[in-house]
């Protein structure tokens, strides 16, 4: 699909703010409070580690602040990777063609299983993260070494940029980064070529179950229901079925809210689950 570049460009910039990153300094030591230990191991209660997989222009430590230390204290093993980098452009990653970074996806995977000595690994994914994984599920071999996909306002079929040009210019630090197309933008649109190829024939592939948390207030992935999948082993569910007064948009349903983040814990342990309400935010 073509996008006349004034469209181009703003599509940059809002994707920036609406995945919002604030990237931690370049000189600042990365502290990731417990996660990315390649020398953890799986417990009986927890024997899968999960690999958190980061929005367009997030990064493996700074899309995670939240998420990361709430799993690592609840006894898993956690992981982050940076994916879809382009040359010269520092922390903002997620850029580059999806099939490419579904690539790096199953590189990575198969680092964690080897350090961890595990099976099958569980995918929690932010945005593009919670849709890209399901390329690696359906084109790299991932379905054999994947139990549990979660998306949180996963962009699964596109988004159609409803409101973007709203956010125009809220996010320069990201900006002038971004002179030229990205791919890993484009591909994100309805009807790209990667979104068809990826939907044909189904959303899922047997033996993974699949979780989407969406919002209702997603000012990027609209409508925000474009991110449910069709499929017998698939879980959608709506925020604000959970609780009616989260407000969470695009941004905080992957950084900071806790009721996502506790109903992303039941996906993972299904079979220690509990309900998840207003109350999940304490």
Same mark, same amino acid.
């Given at each position: 699909?073509?996008?006349?570049?004034?469209?181009?460009?703003?599509?940059? &910039?809002?994707? =920036?703010? /609406?995945?919002?990153?604030?990237?931690?300094?370049?000189?600042?030591?990365?502290?990731?409070?417990?996660?990315?230990? !390649?020398?953890?191991?799986?417990? /009986?209660?927890?024997?899968?580690?999960?690999?958190?997989?980061?929005?367009?222009?997030?990064?493996?430590?700074?899309?995670?602040?939240?998420?990361?230390?709430?799993?690592? =204290?609840?006894?898993?093993?956690? !992981? &982050?990777?940076?994916?879809?980098?382009?040359?010269?452009?520092?922390?903002?990653?997620?850029?580059?063609?999806?099939?490419?970074? =579904?690539?790096?996806?199953?590189?990575?995977?198969?680092?964690?299983?080897?350090?961890?000595?595990?099976?099958?690994?569980?995918?929690?994914?932010? &945005?593009?993260?919670?849709?890209?994984?399901?390329?690696?599920?359906?084109?790299?071999?991932?379905?054999?070494?994947?139990?549990?996909?979660?998306?949180?306002?996963?962009?699964?079929?596109?988004?159609?940029?409803?409101?973007?040009?709203?956010?125009?210019?809220?996010?320069?630090?990201?900006?002038?980064?971004?002179?030229?197309?990205?791919?890993?933008?484009?591909?994100?649109?309805?009807?790209?070529?990667?979104?068809?190829?990826?939907?044909?024939?189904?959303d899922t592939v047997p033996g993974v179950h699949y979780t989407v948390i969406a919002t209702e207030h997603d000012e990027v992935v609209t409508p925000y229901r474009s991110g449910f999948l069709d499929g017998p082993d698939v879980h959608n569910v709506v925020l604000q079925d959970l609780c009616p007064v989260d407000l969470s948009?695009?941004?905080?349903?992957?950084?900071?809210?806790?009721?996502?983040?506790?109903?992303?814990?039941?996906?993972?342990?299904?079979?220690?689950?509990?309900?998840?309400?207003?109350?999940? /935010?304490?």
């Amino acid at each position: 699909m073509k996008l006349r570049w004034s469209r181009a460009l703003t599509l940059l &910039s809002s994707l =920036a703010l /609406a995945l919002g990153v604030t990237p931690a300094s370049a000189e600042a030591p990365v502290v990731t409070s417990g996660w990315n230990n !390649f020398s953890c191991t799986p417990s /009986a209660e927890h024997p899968r580690p999960v690999v958190l997989v980061h929005g367009t222009l997030g990064n493996s430590v700074d899309n995670w602040l939240g998420l990361a230390p709430y799993l690592v =204290a609840r006894g898993y093993c956690v !992981f &982050s990777l940076d994916y879809g980098e382009l040359p010269g452009v520092p922390l903002f990653h997620g850029l580059g063609p999806v099939d490419a970074s =579904a690539r790096q996806l199953a590189a990575y995977v198969d680092k964690v299983l080897a350090a961890t000595g595990a099976h099958k690994a569980d995918l929690v994914g932010h &945005s593009q993260g919670g849709m890209m994984p399901r390329v690696y599920l359906k084109f790299y071999g991932g379905a054999d070494k994947v139990n549990t996909l979660v998306g949180l306002a996963p962009d699964n079929h596109g988004t159609d940029l409803d409101g973007l040009t709203r956010l125009l210019d809220h996010f320069p630090d990201a900006k002038k980064y971004l002179g030229t197309l990205t791919p890993g933008l484009t591909d994100q649109i309805v009807g790209s070529d990667v979104l068809n190829r990826l939907n044909a024939g189904g959303d899922t592939v047997p033996g993974v179950h699949y979780t989407v948390i969406a919002t209702e207030h997603d000012e990027v992935v609209t409508p925000y229901r474009s991110g449910f999948l069709d499929g017998p082993d698939v879980h959608n569910v709506v925020l604000q079925d959970l609780c009616p007064v989260d407000l969470s948009e695009h941004v905080a349903i992957g950084l900071t809210d806790r009721i996502a983040f506790h109903e992303t814990a039941n996906a993972l342990d299904p079979a220690h689950a509990t309900p998840t309400t207003c109350a999940s /935010a304490g």
